[in-house]
C-alpha cells in the first residue's frame, strides 16, 4: 500500500541503485578474484559486494537483502548446473532455527506486551514521580530509563514511546536547551542501552549467532556482562556533558500536562499488567541465570510467547505486527557470515596480511572504530556482518574479542539524524538542528568504540 504513495523518481533511483550495485559488484569480483577460487568462493565473493552495495545505497530494503542472501546461496551453492562441486546448503537456511532468533522473539513479545498493556506508560509517570520537577533530575530521570527500557525493546520503539509520551512537555519547553538535552539524552541512551543485552539490538544478536556457528556459547548473562557497564558508562558520560551543555537554569518544569492524561487510566488491563509484569520478571530471571538451571535462552523464550498466546495478551493482530523484518534481516545476516567463514574467502586473504607485524589490540581498535564509521553510512546490522568473519579471519585466537568489540561498537554511531532510527524520531520533532547531533556523535563516536575494547579485554582477561 505503501508503494501507491513513493514518488516516481525514488523508484527510478532505486532500480538505478540496484543496477549500479549489480554491475559494480560483478566489476569487483572480476578484478579480485583469484584463478585458484573454487566456484562457491566467486560465488559469495559476488554476494559480499552485492549485498554490501543494497545494504548502503539501500535500493531494497534490509530484510529483502537478507532473504537474497538465503535464496542466492541455496541456489547457487547446492545447484550442481551452477556450481562444480554443489555442497549441502542445510547451514545457510537453519539460521532461522538458530537460538538466537528465538531469543528475540521472546524479546519482541515482552516488549509488544508492554506497550499494549500500557506497562510502559506506567514507567513513564514512575519516573516522572521519581524526577520531580527540577530540568537536571528530569534529563537524569529519563535517560536512565531510555537506557534500561531499551534493553528489552527495541530502541525505535523505545524512543518512540517516551517522545510521544512528552511532547506536551517539549512543546511547552519549546526550543530550549532542556528540551534539547531530553531529546538528546533519549536518542543517545536509547542506542546506548542496547549494548546491553542480545535483544537489545541487531548486531548483538548477529554477532551472538555468529559464536554460535563458531561453537562459542554467549548466552543472555555473559553478554551483560561484557556490555551493560559501557552502556551504563557512556549513557552516564553523555549525560553529564548534556546537562552542563544544555541545562542552564534549575526553575521548576510544570508537569500539569499528566493531569489530561489521568483519565484514561480506569481503560487500563489491570490484571493482563500484572500479568506481563510477571511474566517480564520470570523470563529475565531464567536469561540471567541459565547457567544455574541449564535451560537454554530459546527454551526460556517459550514463556512469554506461550502465556501471552494463550491468555490473549497478545493476539492475531498483535503477532502480525511484530517486527518481523528484523528477524529476517538477522537470519540472513548470519547465513552470509556463515558462507564468508566455510568457503574460507577472508582466511585465504588473512593469511596474505601475516607479513603486517599489527598488535592484536590495535587491530581490535582500528575495527571497533571502523564499525562506527561504517555504521554511520549503512545498516549497523549489515556492517557487523561484514566485519565479524573479517575479524575471525584476520584475529583467529581473538573470536570472541573480535565479536563483541563489532557488535558494542555498532552502536556508537549516533552523527547524524539518519545515523540511528532514534536520532531521527527526535530529530523529527522540529526541536533540533542538525548540528545539535554532532555533540552526541563525537562524543559517543571517539570515546565508545575504545571503551568497549578495553572493557572485553578485561572481562575476557
Known amino acids: 500500500m505503501n508503494d501507491l504513495v513513493v514518488p516516481k523518481r525514488n523508484k527510478y533511483r532505486s532500480v538505478l541503485f540496484f543496477i549500479g550495485s549489480f554491475v559494480i559488484a560483478l566489476g569487483l569480483t572480476w578484478l579480485v578474484k583469484e584463478p585458484t577460487f573454487t566456484d562457491s568462493q566467486v560465488y559469495v565473493f559476488f554476494l559480499l559486494f552485492f549485498s554490501v552495495g543494497l545494504w548502503i545505497t539501500e535500493a531494497i530494503p534490509a530484510f529483502a537483502v537478507a532473504l537474497f542472501i538465503m535464496a542466492y546461496l541455496v541456489f547457487t551453492l547446492g545447484n550442481p548446473h551452477f556450481n562444480s562441486a554443489p555442497e549441502k546448503i542445510d547451514r545457510y537456511v537453519n539460521t532461522f532455527s538458530s537460538s538466537i532468533i528465538w531469543l528475540l522473539l521472546g524479546g519482541f513479545f515482552l516488549a509488544a506486551a508492554m506497550t499494549k ?3 510502559d506508560e506506567r514507567l513513564l509517570k514512575l519516573t516522572l514521580r521519581v524526577s520531580g520537577t527540577k530540568p537536571r533530575n528530569i534529563v537524569i530521570a529519563f535517560m536512565c530509563t531510555t537506557m534500561f527500557a531499551s534493553m528489552i525493546m527495541s530502541n525505535t520503539a523505545t524512543t518512540v514511546m517516551l517522545v510521544a509520551a512528552l511532547m506536551p512537555l517539549l512543546t511547552s519547553l519549546g526550543k530550549s536547551g532542556v528540551s534539547k538535552a531530553l531529546l ?29 556457528n563458531e561453537g562459542v556459547n554467549m548466552d543472555f548473562l555473559h553478554w551483560i ?12 558520560i553523555s549525560c553529564f556533558v548534556l546537562i552542563r551543555r544544555f541545562v542552564k537554569t534549575s526553575t521548576p518544569v510544570s508537569l500539569d500536562f499528566q493531569k489530561d492524561q489521568k483519565s484514561d487510566e480506569k481503560e487500563e488491563p489491570g490484571f493482563q499488567r500484572k500479568l506481563v509484569l510477571v511474566v517480564l520478571v520470570i523470563t529475565i530471571l531464567f536469561w540471567l541465570t541459565g547457567s544455574l538451571h541449564g535451560i537454554s535462552v530459546a527454551a526460556v523464550a517459550a514463556i512469554p510467547i506461550v502465556i501471552f498466546t494463550l491468555t490473549g495478551v497478545i493476539n492475531a493482530d498483535d503477532i502480525r505486527g511484530l517486527p518481523w523484518d528484523t528477524l529476517f534481516l538477522i537470519a540472513g545476516s548470519m547465513s552470509l557470515g556463515e558462507a564468508l567463514e566455510s568457503t574460507r574467502i577472508l582466511e585465504h586473504y588473512a593469511n596474505q596480511m601475516q607479513s603486517i607485524h599489527i598488535h592484536p589490540v590495535a587491530f581490535l581498535i582500528i575495527f571497533a572504530y571502523v564499525t562506527m564509521i561504517f555504521t554511520n553510512i549503512m545498516s549497523n546490522a549489515a556492517a557487523s556482518t561484514v566485519l565479524i568473519p573479517l575479524a575471525f579471519a584476520l584475529l583467529p585466537d581473538y573470536k570472541v574479542e573480535a565479536a563483541m568489540t563489532i557488535g558494542l561498537s555498532a552502536s556508537t554511531a549516533l552523527f547524524l539524524p539518519v545515523s540511528t532510527p532514534p536520532n531521527a524520531i527526535c530529530f523529527s520533532t522540529g526541536l533540533l538542528r542538525q548540528k545539535d547531533f554532532l555533540l552526541g556523535g563525537i562524543l559517543i563516536g571517539i570515546i565508545g568504540p575504545v571503551l568497549s575494547v578495553l572493557w572485553v579485554l578485561l572481562v575476557k582477561g
Open 117 to 119: 498493556t500500557k506497562l
Open 184 to 212: 538528546l539524552g533519549i536518542s543517545i541512551s536509547a542506542t546506548t542501552g542496547g549494548m546491553a543485552t542480545i535483544i537489545g539490538t541487531p548486531p548483538n544478536a548477529i554477532a551472538a549467532g555468529i559464536l554460535e
Open 225 to 236: 556482562i561484557y556490555g551493560m557497564p559501557v552502556a551504563i558508562v557512556l549513557t552516564a
